[in-house]
């Protein structure tokens, strides 16, 4: 699995990092009682750095997903917010 997005829309960018982020969470959930499984080891790294990738390219192109990120304004509020979904 190789680290990069493709272009995609933003409800697609979004589904892909919640599945990323799930992915993440639960190997690291199997990985807290099979610590030495290099298989999930390595499998939990892929999808943290294609994780990490794609809340990167929906941050440039959208706005921040979380309070950590930094911004140079305070506008993204005004917009709508990640989680919801547009009306065609």
Do not use: Q
Request: with cysteine.
């Amino acid at each position: 699995m190789s680290c990069g997005c493709n272009n995609n829309s933003k409800e697609e960018l979004m589904k892909k990092i919640m599945a990323y982020r799930f992915a993440v969470i639960d190997i690291s959930l199997f990985l807290d009682t099979h610590p030495c499984d290099e298989k999930a080891l390595k499998l939990h790294n892929e999808y943290l750095c294609e994780l990490k990738e794609a809340i990167e390219k929906y941050e440039n192109e959208y706005g921040p997903l979380s309070i950590e990120t930094e911004m140079n304004s305070w506008k993204w509020v005004e917009d709508k917010w990640p989680w919801e979904k547009e009306v065609n």
